[in-house]
Each structure stands twice: as C-alpha cells, then as structure tokens.
C-alpha cells in the first residue's frame, strides 16, 4: 500500500526506470525477503538443546555500498594546463555476493511475451529493471529464474501496448438484443458478448482466462480483470506516444460509437467497411 509512483515517458531519464505509462504489472507483486536463520538445535548424546529465543524472526536489508572509493587519474591535457582537468571514477562494492532466487508467476496471468522483471527502488520511489543477471523464464511452467543482489518486492512486466496496432474488428448482432464484439490483435484474439449492461469473455480459451470467461460482469469490471490478467487492449489517451496509431477526431469519434451502438442490433459492422465509410 506503501507503494505510490507514476512515470510518464516524459519525466524519464533513466533507461532502467519503469515508465508505468508503456509497461503494465502482470501476475502481482512477489516480495521478497532474507531472514536470519534462529539458533538451531544441537543434540548431544540422548539430548536435544535448543535455544529459545522472544525475538521476532529478524529480516536481513538490501546490502549497502561499501565507503565509495575514489580513484582520481589526470588526463594528459589537465597535465599540460597544470593539472586543472581531472576525471573521478567512482566505484561501488556491494556487501554480499549474487543470490539464486527462482518463483513461480499466477496462474492466472497471460504472458504474450517474455516478462521483464523490475524491483522497487523505495528511495527513488520507482520500479527499476537494473539488478537482475541470468534471467530465464520457463514457459512450461511458468517460472522465472534471476541472479541479484537485492531484496524486496519484485514485479513482472510486459508491455501495456503489445497488442496494437489492431489488425481488425467486428460487430454483428446475435440473437434478441445482443452482440458479439470480435477483436483480433497483434497476438491475441477476443470474442465478447454484448447484452444490456454486462460482457461476458467467449474466447481466447487460455486456461488462465478460467476465472473470466463465459461469466457475464459490467463492462469496466471485465476490463479490469482482462488488464489484470495480461490482456490490455484498451489503449490510454497517451497511446500515441507509444505505438503508432491514427489519432482522431474525439468529438467525432465519440459520435459514430454512440450512432454504432445504437444499429448494432441490427447492422454489421467491420474495421475495413467502417474505413470506407469515413474516407
């Protein structure tokens, strides 16, 4: 609940930050914790002794950088302007060695490519992607290896708009005041059903999708749900800055959905058709 940050692509200097508006959390957050082992028991002879302890277990912090060592060397020009230009080199030496770590992501969650770990940097208040070596994600079943140094909560990434440019759509009607909404994207493909004030998720037939389809639910919570488990196809009014889309005309855009659900009922409609219609 600590954790508050937003990054847009202009604010961000850093390549290993996180721009929460081009990458989505997919499968939660995973934290991570090293915890001091308690004293162990010893047995001597027929004896067990064990120590016994009050304290709570004792949770190990992120290695800090040892005292920066600096190592100053003059550049053949600063010799010959008596010394006045000189390049520092700073070098930082974390405490403990790389860690194994290894964790399994939910099985509900759809990776339509491989996702890209990051881990919360809390004096920076950012999610950053630097700190990870020997990264393998096993598709089968759905682990993810990693050597690092750092300890905290770990997140897995994939791209908010791997899923655009669109490559079609249809409406058609179906049965007595219902629709079905098919979408086809870059690597997924939808089929929704439309009846009044609900959506209910036909296809893909993922196994992750289990929790979600054929179940009908109000429009924003399907949405929510599909984001959440990896299928983000609702793109945001920034979209433009990261994927090559047409921009439109908002108050015509907004009309011609408004006079399309109102025929849906009883008229087809496709993306090329619909192109046609408004060149």
Not at 135 to 145: K, M, P
Not at 157 to 168: A, E, I, V
Not at 248 to 257: A, D, H, I, R
Request: proline share 5%; aromatic share 8%; glycine share 6%.
């Amino acid at each position: 609940s600590g954790i508050n940050a937003e990054y847009g692509v202009d604010e961000i200097e850093d390549e290993d930050i996180v721009d929460l508006r081009a990458m989505s959390t997919v499968g939660g957050v995973m934290y991570l914790d090293l915890l001091k082992l308690p004293p162990q028991a010893k047995k001597v002879g027929n004896w067990v002794i064990q120590d016994i302890t009050e304290s709570a277990l004792e949770r190990i912090p992120n290695p800090k950088p040892e005292d920066e060592k600096e190592e100053t060397e003059e550049t053949k020009e600063g010799e010959e302007s008596g010394g006045e230009a000189a390049i520092t080199q700073l070098t930082k030496e974390l405490t403990w060695p790389l860690l194994n770590m290894s964790f399994t992501v939910a099985n509900n969650a759809v990776f339509t490519e491989e996702p890209q770990l990051a881990r919360w940097e809390d004096s920076q208040q950012c999610w950053r992607t630097d700190g990870f070596e020997e990264v393998n994600f096993d598709e089968t079943n759905g682990q993810i290896s990693f050597k690092s140094q750092f300890i905290g909560p770990i997140c897995t990434f994939q791209d908010t708009y791997n899923n655009m440019p669109f490559q079609s759509w249809e409406i058609r009607p179906y049965g007595q005041g219902c629709v079905i909404f098919t979408l086809i994207a870059a690597s997924v493909e939808l089929e929704i059903s439309i009846k009044e004030n609900a959506c209910c998720l036909n296809s893909p037939e993922d196994i992750e999708l289990d929790g979600i389809r054929n179940k009908w639910l109000p429009a924003h919570i399907l949405m929510q749900k599909l984001v959440a488990a990896g299928i983000n196809v609702f793109p945001s009014e920034d979209a433009d800055k990261y994927v090559s889309i047409s921009v439109k005309n908002e108050e015509l855009e907004s009309s011609v959905y408004e006079q399309m659900a109102l025929a849906s009922s009883a008229f087809r409609f496709l993306l090329e058709s619909l192109e046609r219609r408004l060149r």
